[in-house]
């Protein structure tokens, strides 16, 4: 049995960027601009407006830490 090695960050962050693009269209920067734009408070109020906008999951994951910063 072959074993898969586990992907690196960077990876996975590049396929939530595809996984963005493929669900909504525009890519990570265009998304940047309009969170940057709404300028929500908090987490929470970041996943309904993204949710409300069809973005869920690992994209809307990717944005969440895209502005509040990612974890050490």
Do not use: C, H, K
């Not at 960027?17 to 990570?28: A, H, K, P, Q």
């Not at 309009?34 to 906008?53: G, K, M």
Request: cysteine-free.
């Amino acid at each position: 049995m072959s074993q898969r090695r586990p992907r690196s960050w960077q990876e996975m962050r590049e396929q939530e960027i595809r996984w963005l693009v493929e669900r909504t269209g525009e890519g990570l920067e265009a998304w940047n601009a309009r969170v940057r734009a709404y300028d929500p408070t908090d987490e929470a109020t970041l996943r309904s407006w993204l949710a409300e906008r069809g973005v869920t999951g690992y994209p809307a994951m990717l944005l969440v830490m895209e502005r509040f910063g990612y974890p050490d």
